[in-house]
């Protein structure tokens, strides 16, 4: 369950960093409550995931989503470029949060 909310948080994460950009410095008031409400919701998740997770293979699967999410989000509907080597990027960072996930840990 601590998973699905770091994945969710992650989700969040890329929909707060959408909202930034297009809050034009925080002068576009729905696009700047927007990224309000998507930071609280994320940040919210995490913390909760981190009680029983390990905050750094937390931490990185929850940036790894975001940043993955958020590229892919700019390069479809945002118009930044798709090139070979930011999709390789992507996928290279997308295989690292599934390697952590499937990776053992350690008990506190």
């Known amino acids: 369950m601590a998973w699905a909310l770091v ?6 994460e890329t929909a707060f960093a959408v ?3 297009m809050s034009e ?5 729905w696009w700047s409550v927007s990224f309000i409400a998507c930071a609280a919701v994320s ?3 995490l913390s909760t995931a981190l009680k029983t997770l390990p905050v750094g293979s937390a931490y990185a699967v929850w940036t790894g989503i975001g940043a993955g999410g958020t590229a892919v989000v700019g390069m479809v509907f945002l118009g930044d470029a798709a090139t070979t ?9 997308l295989g690292g949060v599934l390697a952590l996930q499937l990776a ?3 008990a506190h």
């Open 25 to 29: 410095t925080f002068t576009r008031l």
């Open 43 to 45: 940040f919210a998740l």
């Open 19 to 21: 909202s930034l950009k």
């Open 85 to 93: 080597v930011r999709i390789v990027a992507i996928l290279l960072i």
């Open 7 to 12: 994945v969710i948080a992650g989700l969040f």
């Open 104 to 106: 053992p840990s350690a």
